[in-house]
Structures are given as structure tokens and as C-alpha cells.
């Protein structure tokens, strides 16, 4: 759920021969938080600091948004829009069947029909 149906999506993007995904209420999508002039100049401090020692990053969840300390390359990993969890990418690079819970009155979920209907390969 949230950042773990991202990680659903990825997953069955990286194997092959999965039985079929299930995203519950994917969410923190790379590609709509970049659009935040918050997360925007945090990604950028990122990508200068990879090699370097812990920082502190700007984060959302649920409307909010919060400081967090890691690594450049963590921090990264979930909100850089060319890492691993954007989740564009991965949808169209599924070749198993999806299932996506997306509720209706959920905030984080109003690109939730965009991104299921990608074009996507279904074996």
C-alpha cells in the first residue's frame, strides 16, 4: 500500500513470469511530487550530494510535507523522476496482469486511471 504498491509496480517491471501484480493505492509517484518546487530543489540537492554524507530532504505524505535524513542515493531511489520508483515507467514496462486499488476519495490517487492505462505488452 502507498509507497509499497510503488514497490509492487517496480518489482513486477524488474521479473518476468509473475502470476499478475497487485498495486494497492500506489502512491508518492516520482513524476507528480518533481512538480513541487519543495521536492524539486531537494531532488536537485540530492543529485549534487550523491557521493557525500547524510542530508536533509523534503518529503510528503498524505498533503503534508516533512524533513527526513539519508543518503543522497536513498533519498533518490524514491522521488528522483529517473530512479528506480517512477512509476510511469514501470507500469508500461509490465508484461503480467494488474490489478490497481485506487480509492475514489483518496488524494494520492487522482492520476490513478492515467497511470493504469499506460500501454502496456500483456503476455
Not at 536513498?74 to 503480467?96: H, T
Request: hydrophobic share 45%; no cysteine; aromatic share 6%.
Amino acid at each position: 500500500m502507498s509507497q509499497g504498491g510503488d514497490a509492487a509496480l517496480v518489482y513486477g517491471a524488474r521479473h518476468a513470469n509473475l502470476a499478475g501484480i497487485i498495486a494497492l493505492a500506489p502512491a508518492a509517484a516520482p513524476e507528480r511530487q518533481i512538480g513541487l518546487p519543495d521536492v524539486a530543489q531537494s531532488v536537485a540537492q540530492a543529485r549534487a550530494l550523491v557521493a557525500a554524507e547524510p542530508a536533509t530532504f523534503v518529503d510528503r505524505n498524505a498533503g503534508g510535507t516533512f524533513s527526513i535524513r539519508t543518503t543522497a542515493t536513498i533519498y533518490l531511489s524514491y522521488l528522483d523522476p529517473q530512479g528506480p520508483a517512477y512509476m510511469l515507467d514501470s507500469v508500461k514496462k509490465l508484461r503480467e496482469p494488474l490489478l490497481w486499488v485506487a480509492g475514489s476519495a483518496d488524494p494520492s490517487q487522482t492520476g490513478a486511471n492515467t497511470e493504469f492505462n499506460q500501454d502496456r505488452p500483456i503476455r
